[in-house]
Structure formats: structure tokens, C-alpha cells
């Protein structure tokens, strides 16, 4: 069973396109994450959500807008895609339990190449 | 800004030997500093977390060791094998309603060889 499932695995498009990455979590966590690596592997947070409700906004262009239609879901549109975009996408999970044991729950990614 | 500052950006370590990646953390507010390792084609995962009122934490061949007074981490790896070869971040993070913020190192790409 995957824990956290990202579609699609792979997105390639051109400049100017407006896509989507969807991230679902079966392992019952309040917190979902979105997470950028970008081809020197530097991962860095986007977004996160908590039972649908926006916790964290990094400073990311506002082409991009995540949305949570519930506390297992978590979706990433991204409006007018350009060549920096290029990148991979990681979804993450995590409990929310006091503190939390701080971890956090990595989907595989997806890797979106804009031409 | 670079909050987490991880070195070496790749090491090369003989089956056997042991394998060690620092990192230094600059904001003192944070409270939790885990260790992922990371397969080509895969998520991070896991590996190894301390917290700072701990100054060493040891799973199996993984021990990690905490200067607080120093704001440095490092990740041993004993006995390294070539499965341990893949890609290590060190995070930093504080807790804050309900998220866990991971603030990544650069990465350290392992490779033992044979």
C-alpha cells in the first residue's frame, strides 16, 4: 500500500501551460506538504496544510496554488508554467500529535519538465 | 540565506569505512534535527532524528552527534556498505501549528565503494 501516492510521475509541457500535481495520504496525518527539488537536488518547502487550513505559504510566486478538498488531499496548480519551474515536486505527510515526532512522510515525487 | 549549511557535497568512503556529513544550523529556535536519506527516483525517507536536549543519538550503524553551543549536527555512518550509497540531508525544523517546517541541508551524495 502506497503511503503517500503523487499523480502523475512524470509531467512534461510547454511554456505558458497551466498544470496540476495531485498528492493523496492514506496514513490518517492532519499536515500535508509540498516540497520543490530542483535539479541541484536542494529541496525547499512551498505550502503546507493542516486539516485543510493553509500553515505555511514560503515565498512562492502566486502562479502556484495548492488546494486541500480534504485532510487527505492535497493538489498543486500551477499557472503558466516557465523554464524554472522545471523541477521535482515532493508531497509530504505528517502526524499531528503536540509537538509530532517530526516526521515527515515523502511521496516519490513528480518530476515536471517544462520546454 | 542558507539556514542549514551541510558538508561534504559528496563522499567517496571504502566498504567498511566509516562515512560522516556535517551540518551547521544558524537559528536557535529550532527544535528538531533528522537526517533523510534519499534513492535516485525516490522520496527522502527517514533515516535518524535527534532533539537538542540529546547530545548523541545511535540506531544501529547510524549515530548522530549534537553540539548545541556549536549549532552543529553530523551523521556517523559505521561500517558503511554499498547500500548506504544514495543521497543524505540533514533538516532543521520547530514545530508550529500542527506543520513540522524542514529547513534542508544541500545534500551529500555517498558512494561506497565495493
Redesign the interface.
Known amino acids: 500500500d502506497t503511503a503517500?501516492s503523487q499523480t502523475p510521475k512524470y509531467l512534461v509541457t510547454q511554456m505558458g501551460n497551466d498544470k496540476s500535481i495531485k498528492c493523496e495520504q492514506n496514513l490518517g496525518h492532519?499536515?500535508m506538504?509540498w516540497y520543490k527539488q530542483d535539479s541541484?537536488?536542494?529541496?525547499?518547502?512551498m505550502f503546507?496544510y493542516?486539516?485543510k487550513e493553509l500553515?505555511?505559504n514560503e515565498t512562492v510566486p502566486n502562479r502556484f496554488s495548492p488546494k486541500s478538498p480534504d485532510k487527505a488531499h492535497l493538489n498543486l496548480h500551477i499557472n503558466s508554467l516557465e523554464l524554472g519551474d522545471s523541477a521535482v515536486y515532493?508531497c509530504?505527510s505528517?502526524p499531528?500529535s503536540g509537538?509530532?515526532n517530526?516526521?515527515?512522510f515523502?511521496?516519490?515525487?513528480s518530476r515536471l519538465t517544462v520546454l | 540565506q542558507q539556514q542549514v549549511k551541510q558538508s561534504p557535497q559528496s563522499l567517496i568512503v571504502q566498504k567498511g569505512g566509516i562515512s560522516i556529513i556535517n551540518c551547521a544550523y544558524e537559528n536557535t529556535a529550532f527544535?528538531?534535527f533528522?537526517w533523510y536519506q534519499?534513492f535516485p527516483?525516490?522520496?527522502?525517507?527517514?533515516l535518524i532524528?535527534i532533539r537538542p536536549d540529546v547530545s548523541e543519538k545511535k540506531e544501529g550503524r547510524f549515530t548522530i552527534s549534537f553540539n548545541k553551543s556549536a549549532k552543529q549536527f553530523s551523521l556517523h555512518i559505521m561500517d558503511s556498505q554499498p547500500g548506504d550509497s544514495a543521497?543524505y540531508?540533514c533538516a532543521a525544523?520547530k514545530?508550529?501549528?500542527?506543520?513540522?517546517?524542514?529547513?534542508?541541508g544541500?545534500?551529500t551524495?555517498l558512494t561506497i565503494n565495493p
Not at chain 2, 41 to 46: E, H, I, Q, S
Not at chain 2, 95 to 104: E, H, P
Open positions: 503517500v492532519d499536515t506538504y541541484k537536488k536542494f529541496l525547499k518547502i503546507s493542516n486539516n500553515i505555511i515532493f509530504a505528517s499531528t509537538r509530532g517530526g516526521e515527515l515523502f511521496g516519490e515525487g | 527544535d528538531y533528522p534519499q527516483g525516490k522520496g527522502p525517507a527517514l532524528a543521497t540531508f525544523s514545530y508550529n501549528q500542527g506543520a513540522q517546517k524542514l529547513v534542508f544541500q545534500g551524495r
